[in-house]
C-alpha cells in the first residue's frame, strides 16, 4: 500500500480523542432526536409516515417504543465501533447525514401540521 493511500485510510480529526468522544455522543443525541421525532410523527400521522420501510414495518409488528429501541441501539452501537476504529470522519458525516434526512425532514413535517 502506498504512502498517499494509507494516509488517507487512517485519516483523523484534529484532537481526535477528544473531539471524537463529543462527536460519538452528539451522534446518540442525534439518534435520540430522531426516535422522539419518529415516535411522534407516527403517532400525529401514523406509521404510513415513516418514510424507511425497514424501520416501518419492525413498528408495525413490535411497537414504535420496540422497533426504535432497538434500532436506535444499533444505530449507536455501530457508531461506537467507528469510534473505536477510529473513523471519526466517516462518523461525522453520518452524524450531518442524520441530521439532514432524518431531523429535518421530522421537524419540518411536525412544524407546519
Given at each position: 500500500?502506498?504512502?498517499?493511500?494509507?494516509?488517507?485510510?487512517?485519516?483523523?480529526?484534529?484532537?481526535?480523542?477528544?473531539?471524537?468522544?463529543?462527536?460519538?455522543?452528539?451522534?446518540?443525541?442525534?439518534?435520540?432526536?430522531?426516535?422522539?421525532?419518529?415516535?411522534?410523527?407516527?403517532?400525529?400521522?401514523?406509521?404510513?409516515?415513516?418514510?424507511?420501510?425497514?424501520?416501518?414495518?419492525?413498528?408495525?409488528?413490535?411497537?414504535?417504543?420496540?422497533?426504535?429501541?432497538?434500532?436506535?441501539?444499533?444505530?449507536?452501537?455501530?457508531?461506537?465501533?467507528?469510534?473505536?476504529?477510529?473513523?471519526?470522519?466517516?462518523?461525522?458525516?453520518?452524524?450531518?447525514?442524520?441530521?439532514?434526512?432524518?431531523?429535518?425532514?421530522?421537524?419540518?413535517a411536525l412544524?407546519?401540521?
Open positions: 500500500m502506498s504512502a498517499q493511500s494509507q494516509s488517507t485510510t487512517s485519516f483523523r480529526l484534529p484532537n481526535a480523542d477528544t473531539c471524537a468522544l463529543g462527536l460519538l455522543a452528539l451522534f446518540a443525541v442525534v439518534q435520540i432526536a430522531d426516535a422522539w421525532l419518529t415516535a411522534v410523527g407516527i403517532d400525529r400521522f401514523g406509521v404510513a409516515a415513516e418514510a424507511n420501510p425497514m424501520l416501518a414495518l419492525p413498528i408495525v409488528l413490535f411497537g414504535p417504543a420496540a422497533a426504535l429501541i432497538i434500532a436506535k441501539g444499533a444505530a449507536v452501537v455501530g457508531a461506537a465501533v467507528l469510534y473505536r476504529l477510529s473513523r471519526h470522519v466517516l462518523l461525522a458525516a453520518l452524524t450531518v447525514m442524520y441530521v439532514c434526512v432524518a431531523i429535518m425532514p421530522w421537524a419540518w412544524a407546519i401540521a
